[in-house]
Protein backbone atom coordinates (compact mmCIF):
# COMPACT_ATOMS: atom_id res chain seq x y z
CA UNK A 1 0.00 0.00 0.00
CA UNK A 2 1.11 3.30 -1.30
CA UNK A 3 1.61 6.04 1.45
CA UNK A 4 -0.53 8.43 0.34
CA UNK A 5 -3.10 5.27 0.50
CA UNK A 6 -2.18 4.45 3.88
CA UNK A 7 -2.98 7.89 5.01
CA UNK A 8 -6.53 8.36 3.30
CA UNK A 9 -7.24 5.24 4.89
CA UNK A 10 -5.90 6.16 8.47
CA UNK A 11 -7.68 8.92 8.48
CA UNK A 12 -11.06 7.74 7.47
CA UNK A 13 -10.25 5.41 10.92
CA UNK A 14 -8.90 8.62 13.14
CA UNK A 15 -12.35 10.77 11.79
CA UNK A 16 -14.71 7.50 12.96
CA UNK A 17 -12.70 7.30 16.24
CA UNK A 18 -12.99 11.24 16.83
CA UNK A 19 -9.89 13.05 16.11
CA UNK A 20 -10.60 16.55 15.48
CA UNK A 21 -10.11 17.72 11.71
CA UNK A 22 -7.07 20.39 13.36
CA UNK A 23 -5.45 17.50 14.42
CA UNK A 24 -5.78 15.61 11.20
CA UNK A 25 -4.84 18.53 8.67
CA UNK A 26 -1.53 18.70 11.15
CA UNK A 27 -0.81 15.13 11.05
CA UNK A 28 -1.47 15.09 6.69
CA UNK A 29 0.68 18.15 6.32
CA UNK A 30 3.34 15.92 8.05
CA UNK A 31 2.50 12.97 5.43
CA UNK A 32 2.68 14.85 2.31
CA UNK A 33 6.70 16.17 3.98
CA UNK A 34 7.23 12.92 4.62
CA UNK A 35 6.02 11.85 0.55
CA UNK A 36 7.74 14.47 -0.39
CA UNK A 37 11.37 12.97 0.93
CA UNK A 38 10.37 9.56 0.22
CA UNK A 39 8.54 9.50 -2.66
CA UNK A 40 4.98 8.23 -2.70
CA UNK A 41 6.69 4.92 -1.98
CA UNK A 42 5.15 1.45 -0.57
CA UNK A 43 4.63 2.02 3.60
CA UNK A 44 6.52 -1.10 4.32
CA UNK A 45 9.48 0.78 2.38
CA UNK A 46 11.05 3.27 5.16
CA UNK A 47 13.40 1.63 7.54
CA UNK A 48 13.80 3.11 11.01
CA UNK A 49 17.45 3.71 9.76
CA UNK A 50 16.05 6.04 6.87
CA UNK A 51 13.48 7.01 9.30
CA UNK A 52 15.71 8.23 11.96
CA UNK A 53 17.82 10.10 8.94
CA UNK A 54 15.07 12.19 8.55
CA UNK A 55 14.11 13.24 11.74
CA UNK A 56 17.64 14.33 11.98
CA UNK A 57 17.44 16.58 9.24
CA UNK A 58 14.47 17.80 10.14
CA UNK A 59 16.28 18.69 13.89
CA UNK A 60 18.30 21.46 11.89
CA UNK A 61 15.39 23.26 11.43
CA UNK A 62 12.63 22.73 13.61
CA UNK A 63 12.44 23.64 17.41
CA UNK A 64 11.89 20.55 19.79
CA UNK A 65 8.07 20.88 20.03
CA UNK A 66 7.48 20.72 16.13
CA UNK A 67 10.32 17.85 15.74
CA UNK A 68 7.92 16.46 18.39
CA UNK A 69 5.12 16.82 16.80
CA UNK A 70 6.59 15.28 13.52
CA UNK A 71 7.76 12.35 15.33
CA UNK A 72 4.57 11.39 16.42
CA UNK A 73 2.44 11.69 13.67
CA UNK A 74 4.60 9.54 11.60
CA UNK A 75 4.71 6.97 14.40
CA UNK A 76 1.08 7.07 14.60
CA UNK A 77 0.66 6.51 11.11
CA UNK A 78 3.13 3.46 11.01
CA UNK A 79 1.65 2.20 14.06
CA UNK A 80 -1.63 2.09 13.20
CA UNK A 81 -0.68 0.64 9.67
CA UNK A 82 1.26 -2.45 11.83
CA UNK A 83 -1.62 -2.80 13.74
CA UNK A 84 -4.05 -3.26 10.53
CA UNK A 85 -1.65 -5.61 9.24
CA UNK A 86 -0.10 -2.93 5.78
CA UNK A 87 3.23 -3.51 7.29
CA UNK A 88 5.32 -6.33 8.67
CA UNK A 89 6.86 -4.38 11.77
CA UNK A 90 6.58 -1.33 12.44
CA UNK A 91 10.26 0.85 11.73
CA UNK A 92 9.27 3.53 14.35
CA UNK A 93 8.86 1.27 17.37
CA UNK A 94 11.41 2.39 19.04
CA UNK A 95 12.05 6.14 17.78
CA UNK A 96 11.18 8.07 20.92
CA UNK A 97 9.74 11.78 20.31
CA UNK A 98 12.61 14.47 21.79
CA UNK A 99 12.26 15.88 25.01
CA UNK A 100 10.99 19.21 24.89
CA UNK A 101 10.94 21.32 27.95
CA UNK A 102 8.17 22.69 29.61
CA UNK A 103 6.89 26.09 28.71
CA UNK A 104 5.34 27.98 31.47
CA UNK A 105 1.57 29.29 30.20
CA UNK A 106 1.16 32.96 30.00
CA UNK A 107 -1.41 35.01 31.65
CA UNK A 108 -2.57 37.93 32.49
CA UNK A 109 -2.98 39.60 36.45
CA UNK A 110 -5.82 40.54 37.41
CA UNK A 111 -4.54 44.56 37.02
CA UNK A 112 -4.55 43.31 33.33
CA UNK A 113 -7.86 41.50 33.33
CA UNK A 114 -9.97 45.23 34.81
CA UNK A 115 -7.80 46.79 31.66
CA UNK A 116 -9.12 44.59 29.21
CA UNK A 117 -12.18 44.55 30.49
CA UNK A 118 -12.75 48.82 30.79
CA UNK A 119 -11.45 48.81 27.07
CA UNK A 120 -14.42 46.36 25.80
CA UNK A 121 -16.43 49.22 23.80
CA UNK A 122 -19.13 47.12 22.80
CA UNK A 123 -21.88 44.26 23.75
CA UNK A 124 -20.05 41.80 21.34
CA UNK A 125 -16.40 42.74 22.19
CA UNK A 126 -17.65 42.10 26.41
CA UNK A 127 -19.51 39.44 25.71
CA UNK A 128 -16.75 37.39 23.82
CA UNK A 129 -14.11 38.95 26.59
CA UNK A 130 -15.90 37.77 29.81
CA UNK A 131 -17.23 34.43 28.06
CA UNK A 132 -13.73 33.35 27.45
CA UNK A 133 -12.12 34.32 30.57
CA UNK A 134 -15.11 33.06 32.98
CA UNK A 135 -15.15 29.67 30.81
CA UNK A 136 -11.25 29.13 30.15
CA UNK A 137 -12.90 27.21 26.80
CA UNK A 138 -10.52 27.14 23.60
CA UNK A 139 -11.29 29.19 20.99
CA UNK A 140 -12.45 26.10 18.86
CA UNK A 141 -14.83 25.32 20.98
CA UNK A 142 -16.35 29.35 21.40
CA UNK A 143 -16.15 28.84 17.34
CA UNK A 144 -18.74 26.34 17.28
CA UNK A 145 -21.10 27.25 20.42
CA UNK A 146 -24.98 27.35 19.24
CA UNK A 147 -26.91 29.40 21.37
CA UNK A 148 -29.37 26.44 22.32
CA UNK A 149 -26.22 24.96 23.94
CA UNK A 150 -26.48 27.53 26.65
CA UNK A 151 -28.06 26.77 29.96
CA UNK A 152 -29.23 30.30 31.36
CA UNK A 153 -30.60 28.72 34.46
CA UNK A 154 -27.72 26.76 35.38
CA UNK A 155 -24.77 29.42 33.93
CA UNK A 156 -23.40 26.55 31.75
CA UNK A 157 -23.25 26.01 28.28
CA UNK A 158 -22.21 22.53 26.71
CA UNK A 159 -19.03 22.68 24.27
CA UNK A 160 -17.16 20.13 22.66
CA UNK A 161 -13.98 20.10 23.05
CA UNK A 162 -10.69 18.01 21.29
CA UNK A 163 -11.29 14.13 20.02
CA UNK A 164 -14.90 15.56 19.54
CA UNK A 165 -16.02 14.76 23.39
CA UNK A 166 -18.79 17.18 24.86
CA UNK A 167 -18.04 19.21 28.29
CA UNK A 168 -19.88 21.49 30.37
CA UNK A 169 -18.50 24.70 31.57
CA UNK A 170 -19.85 27.55 33.89
CA UNK A 171 -20.02 31.24 33.35
CA UNK A 172 -20.20 33.98 36.06
CA UNK A 173 -23.23 36.09 36.71
CA UNK A 174 -21.27 39.17 35.23
CA UNK A 175 -20.89 37.13 32.00
CA UNK A 176 -24.33 36.42 32.19
CA UNK A 177 -25.43 39.92 32.00
CA UNK A 178 -22.96 40.87 29.00
CA UNK A 179 -23.68 37.68 27.12
CA UNK A 180 -27.92 38.42 27.58
CA UNK A 181 -27.28 41.90 26.64
CA UNK A 182 -25.33 40.96 23.48
CA UNK A 183 -27.55 38.12 22.23
CA UNK A 184 -30.82 40.46 22.42
CA UNK A 185 -29.05 43.35 20.87
CA UNK A 186 -29.32 41.07 17.60
CA UNK A 187 -31.20 41.43 15.14
CA UNK A 188 -30.32 38.44 13.10
CA UNK A 189 -31.58 35.02 13.15
CA UNK A 190 -27.97 32.99 13.22
CA UNK A 191 -27.75 29.92 15.91
CA UNK A 192 -23.94 30.77 16.45
CA UNK A 193 -23.71 32.28 19.82
CA UNK A 194 -21.09 35.07 18.00
CA UNK A 195 -21.56 36.71 15.20
CA UNK A 196 -19.77 39.14 13.08
CA UNK A 197 -21.00 42.74 13.31
CA UNK A 198 -21.58 43.08 9.42
CA UNK A 199 -23.50 40.84 7.45
CA UNK A 200 -24.26 38.57 10.36
CA UNK A 201 -22.99 35.10 10.36
CA UNK A 202 -20.86 32.85 12.58
CA UNK A 203 -17.29 34.05 13.58
CA UNK A 204 -14.34 32.62 12.86
CA UNK A 205 -11.33 31.99 14.78
CA UNK A 206 -9.08 34.92 12.98
CA UNK A 207 -11.85 37.16 13.61
CA UNK A 208 -12.01 36.27 17.56
CA UNK A 209 -8.22 36.94 17.81
CA UNK A 210 -9.04 40.27 15.89
CA UNK A 211 -11.33 41.14 18.28
CA UNK A 212 -8.82 40.30 21.43
CA UNK A 213 -6.19 42.38 20.16
CA UNK A 214 -8.26 45.09 19.20
CA UNK A 215 -9.45 45.00 22.71
CA UNK A 216 -5.92 44.98 23.80
CA UNK A 217 -4.50 47.97 22.13
CA UNK A 218 -7.13 49.75 23.83
CA UNK A 219 -6.04 48.86 27.20
CA UNK A 220 -2.56 49.84 26.17
CA UNK A 221 -1.41 46.69 27.59
CA UNK A 222 2.62 46.45 26.62
CA UNK A 223 2.46 42.49 25.26
CA UNK A 224 0.46 40.70 22.63
CA UNK A 225 -2.60 39.64 23.79
CA UNK A 226 -4.55 36.09 22.08
CA UNK A 227 -7.53 34.08 23.05
CA UNK A 228 -5.48 30.96 24.79
CA UNK A 229 -3.87 33.68 27.17
CA UNK A 230 -7.09 34.54 28.74
CA UNK A 231 -7.90 30.25 29.26
CA UNK A 232 -3.95 30.41 30.62
CA UNK A 233 -5.33 33.38 33.40
CA UNK A 234 -8.86 30.98 33.76
CA UNK A 235 -6.68 28.49 35.29
CA UNK A 236 -4.24 30.20 37.31
CA UNK A 237 -7.23 32.20 38.77
CA UNK A 238 -9.00 29.04 40.11
CA UNK A 239 -5.26 27.58 41.17
CA UNK A 240 -4.67 30.60 42.84
CA UNK A 241 -8.40 30.30 44.49
CA UNK A 242 -7.34 27.00 45.75
CA UNK A 243 -9.35 24.54 43.49
CA UNK A 244 -8.18 20.73 43.30
CA UNK A 245 -5.69 20.10 40.20
CA UNK A 246 -8.50 17.33 39.27
CA UNK A 247 -11.08 20.13 39.50
CA UNK A 248 -9.08 22.20 37.24
CA UNK A 249 -8.37 19.49 35.15
CA UNK A 250 -12.28 18.25 34.35
CA UNK A 251 -13.28 22.18 33.95
CA UNK A 252 -10.47 22.94 30.91
CA UNK A 253 -11.50 19.34 29.21
CA UNK A 254 -7.50 18.07 29.68
CA UNK A 255 -7.01 14.36 29.18
CA UNK A 256 -3.77 14.08 31.03
CA UNK A 257 -3.33 15.25 34.15
CA UNK A 258 0.15 16.50 33.18
CA UNK A 259 -1.31 19.16 31.28
CA UNK A 260 -3.14 20.93 34.14
CA UNK A 261 0.31 20.30 36.82
CA UNK A 262 1.90 23.21 34.69
CA UNK A 263 -0.44 25.67 36.34
CA UNK A 264 1.15 24.77 39.80
CA UNK A 265 4.43 26.14 38.60
CA UNK A 266 2.58 29.71 37.93
CA UNK A 267 1.59 29.63 41.72
CA UNK A 268 4.22 30.92 43.66
CA UNK A 269 1.15 32.43 46.49
CA UNK A 270 -0.59 29.02 46.70
CA UNK A 271 2.71 26.99 47.01
CA UNK A 272 3.70 29.52 49.88
CA UNK A 273 0.37 29.04 51.52
CA UNK A 274 0.62 25.33 51.52
CA UNK A 275 4.18 25.64 53.38
CA UNK A 276 2.93 28.11 55.78
CA UNK A 277 0.13 25.52 56.54
CA UNK A 278 1.87 22.19 56.85
CA UNK A 279 5.91 23.14 57.93
Given at each position: ????????????????????????????????????????????????????????????????????????????????????????????????????????????????????????????????????????????????LD???????????????????????YF???????????????????????????????????????????????????????????????????????????????LM???????????????????????????
Amino acid sequence: MLLSKAWESYESDKRIEGFSQQTLKAYQLQVQLLIRYFGDVDIDSPTTEQLKEYFSKSSKTLKPSSLAHRVRSIKSLLRWSHKEGYIRRNPAAKIKEPKVGKRIPKFLTEREIEHLREACYSPLERALFEFMFSTGCRIGEIVTLDKNNINWSNHSAIVRGKGDKEREVYFNIRCDIWLKRYVESREDNEAAIFVTERHPHRMSKAQMRYIIQRISKRAGINKVIHPHQLRHSYATNLLNNGAPIEVIQSLMGHEKSETTKIYAELSGRLRKEFYQKYF
